[in-house]
């Protein structure tokens, strides 16, 4: 007998939580951009930096919306289309083996 082998034994699923930050052009697609990061704190903050800094570029105004890590920049005239920045948290690991590849 083999110590350890155990036929029905199969290896738990890694846990693949990881956070999207989107970039969108409102109206459109043409300025979407998606970053995943591991960590939600690495991804509030560079949610905030992008924002900020956009908003230092562009000289559009930047407002925090509800939710922590989603920001509306905007030049505040009526019919302008804006900008988002978003994170969404996600559980799928096919996102993570498309950005970084396989580890297997």
């Not at 029905?8 to 459109?28: C, E, K, N, V």
């Amino acid at each position: 007998m083999v110590m350890g082998s155990n036929a029905s034994w199969s290896p738990r699923p890694l846990r693949a939580r990881h956070y999207h930050l989107t970039d969108t052009t409102i109206g459109g697609i043409s300025g979407y951009r998606d970053d995943i990061f591991a960590s939600r704190r690495a991804a509030l903050a560079a949610a905030r930096e992008r924002a900020e800094w956009l908003g230092a570029l562009t000289g559009w105004r930047v407002q925090p919306l509800a939710d922590p890590g989603r920001y509306l920049l905007t030049t505040g005239r009526p019919h302008e289309a804006g900008r988002i920045i978003e994170l969404e948290d996600c559980d799928d690991p096919e996102c993570l083996e498309i950005a970084y590849g396989s580890v297997c």
